[in-house]
């Protein structure tokens, strides 16, 4: 969170001059730090032409043939509310690691804190590490396949709520900080009900690891202090489900479902308790710029979330 215009603009001459940045373009990462301009981290991302995605149908059959986890938070992450329960599925299981010890609790700061009469949830913060080193989330434009499965999965899914069209936005590379590096690539769909707007967003990376190896390697890189959850697929494919997250400004809420494919290809899937009326994307600068606190809730369950991801592993 920028403290005036000073400092923003002694950042953006870093940006230039200091070192690469970790590689993060998704909403959870580029709106979490506050109502004033984040600066967007310039990423080496696979090129990408940036074009309207025409929603396809896929089959159905990767929307019914799963339980998912439970909806209930593991013990020590916070109550969550959200809009329906999830069913128990007996293939998923807790990863076989231990716990980690928090550094602390979430708490608002008084800078952006949640509206009057939210409840604040008290969700432990544990340090992410510096990131794996055979997995790379560089946020490349995602196959089209994958988009539209991503699209019509969400519509259905979130029946009867609103689903918005497909956001997209590109982050130019740095060229002259980063010769080599091209465009990353952000993408969200709006989902609205009677709590209010919430989204979904889609970021693709790329591993040089088996799926269980890449997952294990993964295990905390949400900051989570509970090990996730996970399903193997027969054809190997992992599904890896994550603590749900608190960060600022205003309690923002996060449930992220990473999927780990066979090809190398990685998705991750954020469900954030904000959407586009909170947010307005800076043309001029390519910076997002976070405006309001969002719904209390989560707009999708955890089952709706893993429904979402199966598509995606069948449709590589």
């Not at 890896?240 to 205003?250: C, D, G, K, N, T």
Request: include cysteine.
């Amino acid at each position: 969170m920028w403290e005036n215009e000073q400092e923003l603009s002694g950042r953006l001459k870093s940006e230039v001059d200091g070192p690469a940045p970790a590689v993060r373009t998704d909403l959870v990462e580029v709106l979490k730090r506050g109502r004033r301009r984040l600066l967007v981290r310039r990423v080496g991302a696979s090129a990408g032409v940036l074009a309207v995605v025409g929603v396809v149908g896929f089959g159905t059959a990767a929307l019914g043939d799963l339980a998912a986890p439970r909806d209930t938070p593991p013990a020590g992450d916070g109550g969550v509310v959200t809009t329906s329960p999830a069913t128990v599925g007996p293939e998923w299981t807790t990863v076989a690691q231990p716990a980690r010890t928090p550094y602390g609790t979430f708490t608002p700061a008084w800078t952006a804190p949640p509206p009057a009469g939210r409840e604040i949830l008290s969700i432990p913060l544990c340090d992410p590490g510096a990131g794996s080193q055979s997995t790379t989330w560089n946020s490349p434009r995602p196959p089209e396949s994958v988009l539209d499965a991503w699209v019509r999965a969400v519509a259905q899914v979130a029946s009867p709520a609103t689903v918005s069209e497909l956001n997209t936005r590109v982050i130019p590379a740095n060229k002259d900080k980063h010769p080599d590096s091209v465009d990353g690539h952000v993408q969200w769909l709006d989902v609205t009900d009677e709590h209010g707007t919430g989204s979904v967003d889609l970021k693709a990376g790329r591993t040089t690891l088996d799926p269980v190896a890449a997952a294990d390697d993964e295990a905390f890189a949400e900051g989570n202090c509970a090990p996730p959850r996970r399903l193997v697929r027969s054809d190997g494919t992992v599904l890896q489900f994550y603590p749900v997250q608190a960060s600022e400004p205003f309690q923002s809420l996060a449930r992220v479902l990473r999927v780990y494919t066979p090809t190398g290809a990685t998705y991750a899937i954020s469900v954030v308790n904000y959407g586009s009326p909170d947010f307005e994307f800076r043309e001029e600068d390519a910076s997002f710029n976070r405006t309001g606190a969002g719904r209390e809730t989560l707009p999708l369950t955890e089952e709706q979330l893993t429904r979402i991801g199966l598509a995606l592993g069948d449709a590589r």
